[in-house]
């Protein structure tokens, strides 16, 4: 809870922590790389960290697999001596393993899901959503908070009534 100092409420409260030196040359180098202070830096890392856990109670598996995706990316710059994100047979071989990766994930046994729309099209609005969204993040800056809970819905065909007969333009008569 913020304090209150001569009546008014503070936004931030200043800390004093001692850090080993080596951390904070990490910090002054990281923030001087994004062209902003030393506090903004230790704030974002800091809040992030938060981000982090609420991540882990929400989807316990994803810190597992993001760490074995860095490991790959890892051996990918380490056979080829460059990343993935700069060489293209770094990439195409960075792609084929994160592929091999996700599909030997095991299959869950019962299913979990309320949605009964076919993955590739959830994954087709996902995807498509994401792209939009990070694009009006590098033009503008800014990022939503949150995509609506059933964007698959707006574009789910429609079902198909099998009473109708085949041959006739479904709504016509």
Known sequence: MPRKRTGKLLETEQLNVRLPVELVEDLH????????PLSKEIR????????????????PALPDLLN?????????????????HVDGAALS????VIGRLVADLPVPAEPQAEAKHPPALVADVIYRGYIAERREYEQTGKLKTQMGPTVASKFAPEPVNDDEPRGRARGRK
């Open 68 to 84: 074995q995706i860095r490991w790959l990316s890892h051996l990918v710059r380490r056979h080829y001596g460059a990343g993935w």
């Open 29 to 36: 180098r990281a923030a001087g790389k994004r062209g902003w």
């Open 44 to 59: 974002n890392r800091l809040g992030g960290s938060f981000s982090d856990d609420r991540m882990r109670v929400k989807d």
């Open 93 to 96: 071989t960075f792609k084929e």
